[in-house]
């Protein structure tokens, strides 16, 4: 197997310079980008919707976290600090890290099967070309008289009816990502189920891939649940339907179930790529072969199963009949053996293997690590006599922002390294990365770890103000949270500076223990990833079985 | 595994129309928004982005035909398409299982807890004494006052045999095409456009009969809203599946498809059959029990 070295880039040639045989790539600025079917242009364009959407949700939570500096109310009123904590959270889901992973899905999929390019690239261009629409008009709201959605990104009725002007904008914006998600996910199962190189089996992709399978069928399932759900809030709201009231026969709880099955399977779906780029990633800085890869594959499958039948773990304190609580609970807890299976596997791999610590294994590991506190405080969110006392409280918030932030944005952090020479065709600044990663790290830590003790000790999560018993951790808690929030402009410093600035050409083969094809290609790859397809053997394979 | 017509992928150029579709998305939903909160310019818009919505998928799917039609598509990118087109279906089918789910949901727990069932025995008591569970019902307010309920075995169950004629008269259809004879294919599509239009007549009757004459409208409670949703969205589909079975009617005049190559005429029948199998299930559901 020959890996094609770069050529040289001259220090003045554009990072995403046309390669080799580049004959069909489009000149001008509407055809590159407005009118793009190319995988690899489409991907960057969702990575950088996403990073800003990242730093508007960020910034969102800056407000939250400088009103929540000290007991009182001090910078924003009580409904504004709503709307911020609403829609930070609508912006980071739905605008931040799913289109992340689609980008990483569409740059990064057809590199790891064998394929020219997506399944269906003019319905691509539509999944993503809706997005920007969409937020507009979601963050528009924020400047209506009414300002934006204030009842929390759950939108449970009927505090959600009682929202003015900007309600019926919040779900049509809900609609469109939704129309966006379907179409993105359909191209990634066409893609992975159609596209592949002859010889490249289903248990040959890489992992990546192969979560990225499971998610694309978890949105397509739940995404229009989603749509339903809100288009009978509208027309709760605006054409006298009684879905979601008593008087009428319906019922509000009747939301929070329609509501949680959708929620629910969309955490995995925030989650599961992550899976798969670390499983990528250790194996490489580890040079050791994943261990337990058909493992890896079908605890995959199982947690997509089981985020089916677990909804109501969101709902313990609605007033279930008993029998729900227990079947919910149970439920719940067996996904910690998949996940477990996970963890043990990571680390397995990383045993006794010869590792370095590149950037990209350094999130790898923290993501491990922290993801790992989020999951087993998820577990005690899972008891449901106990949760009794942890719901809405800032547990939860630690929770979820333990698997979210030092799991899913780390593992789109570690991705980003990862690929970004063969994205690029530079080496980013390992120093600057490494900075990156030990301040965010210690700041994530200082952000969200006193969260876990503020709802144990009764803190109540959404509230602009609180009892002066909560003072200190919260201080330490948004100090941690501006250190986190500043050190993601390195981030971005690196990243620009890689594609912009960086002189150091990166190889095809960029780590040395790189595996898969996505290696086998140069450094940006050619336009069209593979015009014919590649040839499959045990040295292109992500994962060949380990030699015992 | 993937089976390659030619040596090389199939990679079509850049297009416009995704763009052109956004534009006409976000003027119509956003048009939509400010009709809700009763602009009186708003219709007009929701308009304009229909339009630009119709003028996109005239172009796009024109664009999509006659790159077909000149053979550029190879049996790649006929399997692709078929799998856009089933993963598709299945979206609709669950968010139809969003409706179904809250209908069932209703039924079976919130309506009986109202009644005072099980763990509702002081949600009863309460808030709402004296309400005794039945279905249908508008609720212990009794939502938009008394109203009375479409009979199953009347014009639901002409439109249930209409509806399954024409998923007869596809099928011939298919079959006709499959031995290229072109004068059967188009005669017994139009039969099947023409049963799909009747269906839609039909609902739309029944429809003047709830508002006017039974009481029945969106705000009878949740039986009103539940049926509304339900057979609302499903009518929807019908119009659009039988326009779209119109639009392959059109195609087959003009001498498309041909006995081996026929995925457009094959996604619009899957599509037929889909709202057929959905208004089964409210027949049985909505109708019947």
């Known amino acids: 197997m020959s890996i094609e070295s770069t050529h040289s880039h001259d220090n003045d040639a554009h990072p995403a310079a046309p390669g080799d045989h580049h004959d069909h790539k489009p000149t001008g600025f509407f055809n590159r980008w407005l009118f793009t079917t190319n995988h690899k242009d489409i991907g960057t364009l969702y990575l950088v919707f996403a990073l800003i959407m990242f730093f508007i949700g960020g910034g969102m939570a800056m407000?939250?976290?400088?009103?929540?500096?000290?007991?009182?109310?001090?910078?924003?009123?009580?409904d504004f600090f709503n709307q911020m904590t609403t829609m930070h959270a609508l912006v980071m889901v739905f605008g931040a890290v799913m289109p992340a992973w689609v980008g990483f899905a569409n740059w990064m999929i057809p590199l790891m099967i064998g394929a020219p390019d997506m399944a269906l690239p003019r319905m691509n261009n539509w999944s993503f070309w809706i997005l920007p629409f969409a937020f507009t008009m979601l963050l528009s709201t924020l400047f209506m008289d009414s300002g934006g959605p204030a009842a929390g990104w759950t939108l449970y009725p009927p505090l959600s009816l009682q929202g003015g002007q900007s309600f019926a904008f919040v779900v049509f914006a809900i609609h469109m990502m939704g129309i966006s998600s379907i179409m993105g996910s359909i191209n990634v199962i066409a893609t992975i189920l159609n596209m592949r190189a002859p010889g490249m089996t289903l248990l040959r992709m890489p992992l990546f891939v192969w979560t990225w399978l499971i998610t694309a069928y978890l949105l397509i399932a739940v995404m229009p649940v989603l749509a339903g759900a809100v288009t009978m809030l509208l027309t709760d709201h605006f054409f006298g339907t009684s879905f979601f009231n008593a008087a009428g026969g319906g019922d509000p709880v009747m939301f929070q179930h329609i509501f949680w099955f959708f929620g629910h399977p969309e955490?995995?779906?925030m989650i599961l790529p992550a899976f798969g780029v670390v499983s990528e990633i250790i194996p490489t800085f580890a040079r050791k072969p994943l261990f337990g890869y058909a493992a890896m594959v079908f605890a995959t499958a199982s947690i997509a199963f089981l985020?089916?039948?677990?909804?109501?773990?969101?709902?313990?304190?609605v007033g279930m009949p008993l029998m729900g609580e227990l079947f919910f609970m149970y439920a719940t807890m067996l996904i910690a053996v998949p996940t477990g299976v996970k963890v043990f596997n990571w680390v397995s791999t990383m045993w006794k293997g010869?590792?370095?610590f590149e950037t990209p294994m350094l999130f790898a590991i923290g993501f491990v690590v922290l993801f790992t506190i989020g999951g087993l405080s998820g577990l005690m969110l899972a008891i449901a006599s106990v949760d009794l006392q942890y719901h809405d409280t800032y547990f939860v918030v630690a929770h979820f922002h333990y698997v979210l932030v030092p799991g899913a944005v780390f593992a789109l952090m570690a991705g980003t390294y990862y690929w970004l020479p063969k994205w690029t065709g530079h080496m980013y600044s390992e120093t600057w990365g490494k900075i990156h990663f030990w301040v965010s790290t210690i700041s994530v830590n200082i952000l969200f770890f006193p969260q876990h003790y503020l709802g144990l000790a009764g803190m109540p999560r959404r509230?602009?103000?609180?009892?002066?018993?909560?003072?200190?951790?919260?201080?330490?808690?948004?100090?941690?949270?501006f250190i986190f929030g500043a050190s993601q402009l390195i981030f971005v410093g690196v990243i620009v500076h890689c594609v912009y600035k960086s002189r150091k050409a990166a190889q095809g083969l960029v780590w040395e223990g790189g595996k898969g094809l996505e290696w086998t290609l140069s450094s940006p790859p050619p336009y069209h990833s593979f015009n014919t397809p590649p040839l499959i053997d045990p040295t292109t394979i992500s994962h060949p079985e380990e030699a015992h | 595994m993937a089976h390659h017509?030619?040596?090389?992928?199939?990679?079509?150029?850049?297009?416009?129309?995704?763009?052109?579709?956004?534009?006409?998305m976000i003027t119509m939903l956003a048009s939509a928004a400010y009709w809700v909160n009763d602009s009186t310019v708003a219709p007009w818009t929701f308009l304009a982005g229909a339009l630009i919505l119709i003028y996109m998928v005239f172009g796009w799917f024109g664009e999509v035909i006659r790159e077909s039609e000149s053979g550029m598509y190879n049996d790649q990118v006929d399997t692709s398409f078929r799998m856009g087109m089933l993963w598709f279906i299945f979206s609709e089918v669950m968010f139809f299982a969003c409706f179904f789910g809250a209908l069932f949901y209703a039924r079976v727990f919130a309506v009986p807890w109202l009644g005072g069932e099980g763990t509702?025995?002081?949600?009863?008591?309460?808030?709402?004494?004296?309400?005794?569970?039945?279905?249908?019902t508008a609720g212990p307010d009794q939502l938009g006052g008394s109203f009375q309920t479409i009979p199953a075995f009347g014009v639901p169950f002409i439109n249930t045999l209409i509806l399954l004629a024409s998923g007869v008269t596809v099928t011939l259809a298919h079959h006709a095409l499959k031995k290229n004879n072109r004068g059967a294919l188009v005669s017994w599509l139009l039969a099947t456009v023409l049963l799909g239009f009747v269906f839609v007549f039909f609902q739309i009757e029944e429809y003047k009969e709830a508002y006017q004459?039974?009481?029945?409208?969106?705000g009878s409670g949740i039986y009103g809203s539940t049926f509304f949703m339900l057979t609302g969205f499903h009518g929807m589909h019908v119009s659009l599946g039988a326009i779209m079975l119109l639009v392959i009617a059109i195609r087959c005049m003009r001498g498309h498809f041909n006995p081996e190559h026929h995925f457009g005429f094959e996604a619009v029948a899957w599509y037929w059959h889909f709202v057929d199998v959905v208004w089964l299930g409210l027949f049985v559901f909505v109708y019947v029990y």
Not at chain 1, 307 to 317: D, G, K, L, N, Y
Not at chain 2, 6 to 24: F, R
Not at chain 2, 213 to 218: E, I, K, S, V
Request: proline content about 6%; overall charge negative.
């Open chain 1, 63 to 78: 407000v939250i976290r400088a009103e929540l500096f000290m007991p009182g109310l001090q910078l924003v009123e009580p």
């Open chain 1, 267 to 269: 955490v995995y779906i």
């Open chain 2, 5 to 24: 017509a030619d040596d090389q992928y199939y990679v079509p150029h850049g297009t416009k129309w995704p763009i052109i579709g956004s534009l006409g």
């Open chain 2, 120 to 136: 509702g025995a002081y949600t009863n008591e309460l808030l709402w004494r004296g309400y005794e569970s039945v279905w249908p």
């Open chain 2, 213 to 218: 004459h039974l009481g029945l409208t969106m």
């Open chain 1, 354 to 356: 010869s590792m370095t």
């Open chain 1, 307 to 317: 985020s089916f039948i677990v909804w109501a773990h969101h709902m313990f304190t």
């Open chain 1, 463 to 481: 509230i602009p103000d609180y009892s002066t018993q909560f003072a200190d951790f919260n201080m330490i808690s948004s100090i941690g949270g």
